[in-house]
Nanobody, 121 residues
């Protein structure tokens, strides 16, 4: 089974930090770009961060640049999102994502179930 499972969300005070994790299984993890998205109810999903296959390149949405860090550990089939200097505006459901190629089914989007981050006093 191909699967992404996020964890690590919770309640954090403004200015605090938290690390999200995403565990991948069922595909050749190290061959694919990994992404984090987030979504507030009623709004479109927003790209937060991206990391390439070997951890040599990362990209971030403007609103999180300088505060969030994406990384991956290919030996563990995991991708992480370290979030610092959190603000209420970061409150959202965070999703792990990749575009997977399977020669039997071609390309498809793979999403995790999401993990909730709430930033509040």
């Amino acid at each position: 089974q191909v699967r992404l499972v996020e964890s690590g969300g919770g309640l954090v005070q403004p200015g605090g930090s938290l690390r999200l994790s995403c565990a991948a299984s069922g595909f050749t993890f190290r061959a694919y770009v990994m992404k984090w998205f987030r979504q507030v109810s009623g709004k479109e999903r927003e790209l937060v961060a991206l990391v390439n296959q070997d951890n040599s390149e990362t990209r971030y949405g403007d609103v999180v640049k300088g505060r969030f860090t994406i990384s991956r550990d290919n030996s563990k089939n995991m991708v992480f999102l370290q979030m610092n200097s959190l603000a209420a505006e970061d409150t959202a459901v965070y999703y792990c994502n990749t575009r997977v190629y399977d020669p039997r089914t071609e390309w498809y989007d793979l999403w995790g179930q999401g993990t909730q981050l709430t930033v509040s006093s």
